[in-house]
């Protein structure tokens, strides 16, 4: 069974960062890129970036360079996205999601990011 | 590239035929995915390359167009359908572009 697991819920201070992990089972880590997905409460999806982690190769969105930092562990198939800088709009479900050739046939089940003061 | 989906919601009922639009504003080729979002759950891979239906997905969802102009159609809905669905490219990217989303409700 292929699987994406995400950490868990975390309350952010504006101007923190947060660092989400996303750990992949039951298939080789390294053979697909790993794209991250955010939406904020009631809003649509957002892509942010990938990574590839065979070569730690990455991409970001225009609005998320220079703040998220996309960073891979192939040796226990894991991986991470960190968003420095927090503001209350970074208030959102945080995917991580395989990329097959086509499209993203794999989802993890999502890291709820909130940010208050 | 901007992908428009229409209409925004859609009210119909189970058994009836739906119709799901996606426009590209310039060509994506056939690189179109659309994906199916319950509430409190991942979106699902629906079909990709605009008329591939995703490993396990039933016949009565199908894709078709090429270029701009996208359909998502369900032959007949099943109470299970009624969610949020999205469409996506791949062909000019980064950045790798969602519609806005079609909410299905049930009438």
């Known amino acids: 069974q292929v699987h994406l697991v995400q950490s868990g819920a975390e309350v952010k201070k504006p101007g923190a960062s947060v660092k989400v992990t996303c750990k992949a089972s039951?298939?080789?880590?390294?053979?697909?890129?790993m794209h991250w997905v955010r939406q904020a409460p009631g809003q649509g999806l957002e892509w942010m970036g990938w990574?590839?982690?065979?070569?730690?190769?990455?991409n970001f969105a225009q609005e998320f360079q220079g703040r998220v930092t996309l960073t891979s562990d192939t040796s226990i198939s894991t991986a991470y996205m960190e968003i420095s800088g927090l503001r209350s709009d970074d208030t959102a479900l945080y995917y991580c999601?395989?990329?097959?050739?086509?499209?993203?046939?794999?989802w993890g089940q999502g890291t709820m990011v909130a940010v208050s003061s | 590239v901007v992908l428009t989906q229409s209409p925004a919601t859609l009210s119909l009922s189970p058994g009836e035929r739906a119709t799901l639009s996606c426009r590209a504003s310039?060509?994506?080729?056939?690189?179109l995915a659309w994906y199916q979002q319950k509430p409190g759950q991942a979106p699902r891979l629906l079909i990709y390359?605009?008329?591939k239906r995703a490993t396990g997905v039933p016949a009565r969802f199908s894709g078709s167009g090429s270029g701009t102009d996208f359909t998502l159609t369900i032959s007949s809905l099943e109470p299970e359908d009624f969610a949020v669905y999205y469409c996506?490219?791949?062909?000019?990217?980064?950045?790798?572009?969602f519609g806005q989303g079609t909410r299905l409700e049930i009438k």
């Open positions: 390359d605009a008329d």
């Open positions: 996506q490219q791949r062909s000019n990217w980064p950045p790798c572009s």
């Open positions: 999601a395989r990329a097959a050739p086509r499209a993203f046939d794999l």
């Open positions: 310039q060509s994506v080729r056939s690189l």
């Open positions: 990574i590839n982690p065979d070569s730690g190769g990455t």
């Open positions: 039951g298939y080789t880590f390294k053979d697909y890129y």
